[in-house]
């Protein structure tokens, strides 16, 4: 397996636009974390999914981030509009239910928001 | 959610044993103890999990005393690409995991 798949690398945007991030989990993983990671915050838990289903977004910062899971292959975090206080690394990781401290992380997306 | 105190940072040798102890005072009686590393511009990766005594893998150890309020991960005979930060979690089945700030080891040659 390829492991977790994040799109895209790097992402350069200017303030107010719209931001989507891509996430493929682990084929046959049940559930989908995303993370936030700064300097000042350190990692941060935003939303996470079992089979599909958001379960927690408590972490979400604000309206401006929404997340989907369409299917078991695929997961978006959306940011609209973005703002400078964006930038971050986003991770997304994914975890088979019955091991409960293993999640699998991606290499994650390095957004700035200029 | 248990709040995990690790040490800032640390530094060794390469070749030397090092063991980074994690503070959980009020961990829950159905919480794990997990720990994760992070190298530079890549996402945290396991190492090793466990609940109560010693849990021992190909990459370190872990002793947990039998109060469980801390936890002590065990690095063997480290090297340079060991350099890296070190989390400390616990969590239930619930699968929110709060990552803390972490522990910076710098291994020198």
């Known amino acids: 397996d390829a492991g977790v798949i994040q799109s895209p690398r790097h992402e350069v945007t200017e303030m107010g636009q719209e931001v989507t991030l891509r996430c493929k989990p682990i084929?046959?993983?049940?559930?989908l974390f995303w993370y936030r990671q700064t300097m000042m915050r350190g990692l941060e838990l935003l939303i996470y999914?079992?089979?599909?289903?958001?379960?927690?977004d408590s972490g979400m910062p604000e309206d401006r981030f929404s997340a989907k899971m369409p299917n078991a292959s695929f997961s978006t975090l959306k940011i609209q509009p973005s703002e400078p206080r964006d930038s971050a690394v986003y991770f997304c990781?994914?975890?088979?239910?019955?091991?409960?401290?293993?999640?699998?992380f991606g290499p994650g997306t390095r957004l700035t928001v200029l | 959610l248990a709040k995990t105190t690790q040490p800032i940072s640390m530094d060794s040798y390469e070749g030397q044993e090092v063991n980074i102890t994690c503070s959980h005072n009020?961990?829950?009686?159905?919480?794990?103890i997990t720990w994760y590393q992070q190298f530079p511009s890549q996402g945290p990766r396991f190492i090793i999990q466990?609940?109560?005594t010693k849990v021992t893998n190909e990459v370190a150890s872990l002793f947990i005393p039998a109060d469980r309020k801390s936890s002590t991960l065990s690095l063997p005979r480290v090297s340079l690409s060991d350099t890296a930060v070190y989390y400390c979690?616990?969590?239930?089945?619930?699968?929110?995991?709060?990552f803390g700030a972490g522990t910076r080891l710098f291994v020198k040659a």
């Open positions: 990781a994914s975890s088979l239910g019955a091991s409960e401290g293993e999640q699998f």
């Open positions: 084929s046959g993983h049940d559930y």
């Open positions: 999914f079992n089979n599909n289903v958001p379960i927690d």
């Open positions: 009020n961990i829950a009686t159905n919480d794990y």
């Open positions: 466990g609940y109560k």
């Open positions: 979690l616990v969590h239930t089945g619930g699968f929110k995991t709060i």
